[in-house]
């Protein structure tokens, strides 16, 4: 796996630092253009933001955030677990095991700890407690090295959760390694896959590095391959879910036709827990506007539609939430009314399933001339009305009569239903007194189109 480069020679930093000179001194021309010269062009602009983007990055890169150098560094500066140098201050503890001293970079021996680990990474002996106190001396004698080499102290990592160690580089490639061997190997790695990239927010990170590890991850799921097992399926597809999470990763994964139709696949054949991993990775991976078009155009929602009606309880609900994400965006209503989603939709709601989640997509659908035309066929505002009636749920009644607010707006034929249920009831009439105040707005919008009706003679 090609890698980002982690550190600077002393070379490279005196380079750093002249090719940040170089940069500045570019930078004042261009600030000086855009400010003295009323006829600037907007490329001096772009160039400037270019050119600060540069320098952010060069400091980004400077020795103080990097620690790989041309000479050997001591091996007993290196961290036994990360096998990189380890950044004082404060980040020097001891572990006491069996009388024994043994010291490690404060952020990989904490992350070995919260992990669940009982033992010393490097003896494997259970630990008799889990102290961490700063090693001094090591610390001092790091920082009389980095100053005999003229090295700049590199600065602890601030986040434990992000620590990637080069051991957790070689173990990552070492799976992807196995994901191209026999179907064994296969299964293996990618179960264990599937397990880092659930534990550890860090391991997620390392997919986003090069543009050869996502390929690598799918290529047992390639078309060429006659059959997969539904083990390793299922793996990879929660891999891929794990990895979602990362919002680094959503973008890149958003963008790739492979990575769409291998969830669009598993959608159609996997088994039930590989199809609700694969509806729950396409559900993280709509939180980006860009995603949902996508994803919308990808045919994934007919999909998801079939998911939800075929009812499986461990699937109803991630399908469902990702149906929701998908149609916050215009174009997405439109496939999913076309899809048939408002029979599906009504017929769980009418049988008492995830009925707030459903109503809340209904809810977004209503706006769409097709769905209210299906919604009016299918009988939906006799079924809604007695929702609001009978139910408790605020959250539940202020959704149905948002779509019957939109119902009646579009189709003047229903305001007889809800003229009929008033009369007898005066629903609305409650939901304007008690309801939520988006609830009291949509109660009130319905009856005065009913008083204005010359059918009805009615006082709120």
Known sequence: MARRERG???SAADGGGGKAAELKEKLRGLVKAILEDDDYTTRH????????????????ASPSSFYDFSFPVPPEFRCPI??????????????????????????????????????CPQTQQVLSHTNLTPNYLVRDMIAQWCKEHAIEMPKPVQDINQVVSNADRDHLDSLLHKLSLSVPDQKEAARELRLLTKRMPSFRTLFGESVDVIPQLLSPLSPNTAHVHPDLHEDLITTILNLSIQDDNKKVFGEDPTVIALLIDALKSGTIQTRSNAA???????????????????????HLLDLLEEGQPLAVKDAASAIFNLCLVHENKGRTVREGAVRVILKKIMDHILVDE???ILALLSSHPK????????????????IIREG???????????????????????LKEVREEEKANGTLSK?????????????NGILERLNRSPCLTHTA
């Open 8 to 10: 600077l020679s002393a």
């Open 358 to 360: 459903l109503l809340a």
């Open 431 to 443: 939901l304007a007194r008690h309801g939520t105040s988006r609830a009291k707005r949509k109660a």
């Open 280 to 302: 729950a990775a396409i559900f993280t991976l709509s939180a980006l506007d860009s995603n949902k078009h996508i994803i919308g155009k990808s045919g994934a929602i007919k």
């Open 371 to 386: 769905a209210i035309e299906e919604m009016g066929d299918l009988g939906a505002v006799a079924f809604l009305l007695a």
């Open 45 to 60: 602009a772009e160039d400037a933001i270019a050119t600060l983007s540069t320098l952010r990055d060069l400091k980004r």
């Open 82 to 119: 990360s096998t990189e140098l380890m950044i004082p201050p404060f980040c020097f503890h001891s572990l006491m095991c069996c009388c024994q001293m043994q010291t490690y970079d404060r952020a990989y021996i904490q992350r070995w700890l919260d992990e669940g680990h009982r033992t």
């Open 392 to 414: 408790t749920s605020e959250r539940t009644k202020e959704n149905c009569v948002a779509i019957l607010y939109t119902i009646c707006y579009g189709d003047r034929t229903k």
